[in-house]
């Protein structure tokens, strides 16, 4: 995340140079990181830029000014030791490149930069949180393209797959980590894996797939990635996938990659009828559902359907939903899913993630009440409308902007990463709004598919 700056005179960082270290006291000097012109960036950014080797780093060179160095650093980082030390490396380093400085604390890092700045050199990053943030960053999301060159490569030792789809199609080489889907625990199939090793998760929707992750990064596993955008954006980047058997020929579906794809009007969504075979329709259902009230009722109005087409069946519990599903597999359906988890899963999903492609059109159809941008960074750049609704970044608390609006219109809310916008959206969530979505891929997917911002 960036920050506003300004230039900080020069006696003064002189005059600081000789006092930081990487010592706990450093914290408790006075330092005001208003006044610079570097750019403070978030750990998991930075995570994320440096998945690969350090040829196609975003970063000239990496300062670590800690003399902390031996005991953990960024990868390709150059071990300065010291403000001190770092300011005997520039002699011919380009002024123009894109340089990253961290520490242990904020004033050694905060002290670096800005003597970088001071020097002329013109893209100075700063690890916002310090080496602290670094070591605290689980998984990393990395793109279809990215996960395709590390397969080719090898580079992976493990791929798992924690959809219960996992027969429906699967990344070349996937390992089944689903056990409703026929698959391992993944808990068990990493017991005695490598933990130095790389390895990727990844579902057909975001929640499984990062607590998958998560779980191997909390047990311990150094290199976990995670497929960002999901099976979707694989298959969308027209990649080869593998087949797998199983004893069912319909497909169990989570409730939230349901309402990712039930965004829109029912005239596109995937679709072609949705079947509630619970008499209970009336106390809450799906979107665009038809009121099937059985099993036998569902069965009656099967006649005249195109087999061909996509059908949703679910129910307030398995069995029903179970049959249904079967019954329509057994009259010859060829795209069956159900609703996994039953309604009530359909009903604890908290806000939806989608595509910028689909936010832009929305946007365009004016579909959302009000956008939110909770990052810092606003004035660098926002989605065309969207509110600051960030505090420390000249804005107002979202908590504030949204207590007296309409629960029940559209809401969109982003940020620059994951954390800051789930946490937003989760707030409108808990606070009773029915209708929040969350930009997938953050506002960097936005600018990379080419949409405009102000």
């Not at 195109?306 to 599903?325: E, W």
């Not at 800051?420 to 598919?449: K, S």
């Amino acid at each position: 995340m960036k920050r506003w700056n300004k230039i900080t005179p020069l006696l003064v960082v002189v005059g600081l140079l000789s006092l930081y270290s990487c010592d706990e006291d450093d914290d408790k000097m006075s330092v005001d990181p208003s006044t610079t012109t570097y750019t403070d960036i978030m750990a998991s950014q930075i995570k994320m830029d440096l998945v690969d080797d350090a040829s196609v780093s975003p970063y000239e060179a990496i300062f670590d000014v800690s003399p902390a160095y031996d005991q953990g650093h960024l990868p390709f980082a150059t071990n300065a030791g010291s403000v001190d030390g770092l300011g005997n490396m520039f002699e011919g380093l380009d002024k123009s490149k894109t340089y990253l400085v961290y520490c242990h604390s904020d004033a050694p890092s905060i002290a670096g930069a800005e003597l970088m700045v001071e020097n002329g050199f013109l893209n100075v990053h700063r690890l916002e949180g310090n080496y602290g943030a670094w070591d605290e960053v689980s998984f990393v999301d990395i793109a279809p393209t990215t996960v395709k060159s590390k397969i080719d490569a090898g580079d992976f030792e493990a791929i798992f797959d924690v959809s219960p789809a996992y027969s429906q199609g699967h990344l070349p080489g996937a390992t089944n980590a689903n056990v409703s889907g026929g698959g391992g625990d993944l808990s068990e199939l990493i017991e005695n894996m490598d933990k130095t090793k790389s390895y990727l998760v990844y579902c057909h929707g975001d929640a499984p797939a990062i607590a998958g992750a998560q779980l191997m990064e909390d047990a311990g596993f150094m290199n976990v990635y995670r497929l960002e955008g999901n099976y979707g954006a694989w298959t969308d980047a027209g990649y080869d996938v593998e087949m797998g058997n199983s004893e069912i020929s319909y497909t169990n579906i989570m409730a939230s990659q349901i309402k990712i794809d039930l965004v829109d009007d029912a005239s596109v969504s995937p679709y072609e009828a949705i079947f509630d075979v619970s008499p209970a329709y009336d106390q809450g259902h799906l979107p665009f559902a038809t009121n099937a009230g059985s099993v036998d009722g569902l069965g009656n109005l099967l006649d005249g359907l195109d087999k061909s087409k996509t059908y949703l069946v679910y129910c307030h519990s398995d069995a029903p939903s179970i049959a249904g599903a079967e019954l329509m597999v057994e009259n010859g359906f060829l795209n069956v899913h159900r609703l996994e988890g039953n309604y009530g899963a359909w009903d604890e999903v908290s806000f939806v993630d989608i595509a910028p492609v689909t936010v832009k059109s929305k946007i365009d159809a004016g579909d959302f009440e009000a956008i939110f941008d909770v990052s810092p960074a606003y004035s660098q750049g926002h989605l065309p409308g969207a509110i600051n609704a960030n505090a420390s970044g000249g804005g107002s608390d979202l908590s504030g902007l949204i207590e007296n609006m309409d629960k029940t219109k559209s809401y969109l809310v982003y940020c620059h990463g994951d954390a800051p916008a789930i946490a937003g959206a989760q707030l409108m969530e808990d606070a009773g709004f029915m209708n929040v979505y969350r930009l997938e891929g953050n506002y960097g997917a936005w600018t990379d598919a080419g949409y405009d911002v102000e």
